[in-house]
């Protein structure tokens, strides 16, 4: 561990994630609604095919498929991102500090209605604190130089 956390300091500070086993998404395209290619009233977010006699219920072949459980993902990298890290909605720095012990496994995004100000105040608090900001340069403006 203590190499692990020497390689973390001297990559700039930035923390990195934990190891993890390899993320796989067993279907990366969306389940599309029935008939929303042939229909524009007919969106494409997913419904389940109810008819007593639809052909996509039945399963027919050549239909689009089905969701099912099955197709989850595996419960250790579920909602973890690329990167490795899981992502935690923070509005201000209090509940910034929650992730202080949890900084390998959690990286923090600023909610939207979050104001620059204190965004500015909660990205030097995760500095301080060695936290990973997904969108720490969202709503920043260029500095004026002086």
């Known amino acids: 561990e203590r190499s692990s956390r020497a390689a973390t300091m001297a990559a700039g500070g930035a923390p990195t994630p934990l190891p993890h086993k390899k993320i796989v998404k067993k ?3 969306k389940f599309k ?3 929303s290619d042939e229909y524009v009233k007919v969106k494409e977010s997913w419904r389940r095919p109810r008819g007593i006699d639809s ?5 027919a072949k ?3 498929l ?5 197709y989850g993902s595996d419960k250790k990298t579920r909602h973890m991102l690329p990167s490795g890290f899981y992502k935690m909605v923070v509005a201000n720095v209090k509940e ?3 992730l202080l012990m949890q900084n390998r496994t959690y990286a923090a995004e600023i909610a939207h209605n979050v104001s620059a100000r204190k965004r500015k105040a909660i990205i030097e608090r995760a500095a301080q604190l ?3 900001v997904l ?3 969202a709503k920043l403006k260029a500095e004026e130089n002086e």
């Open 27 to 29: 279907k990366t395209n």
């Open 96 to 98: 910034l500090e929650m």
């Open 66 to 70: 089905l969701v099912n459980v099955g």
């Open 62 to 64: 050549g239909l689009t």
């Open 33 to 35: 609604r029935h008939q």
């Open 135 to 137: 969108n720490a340069g």
């Open 55 to 59: 052909r996509q219920r039945k399963k």
């Open 130 to 132: 060695n936290i990973k």
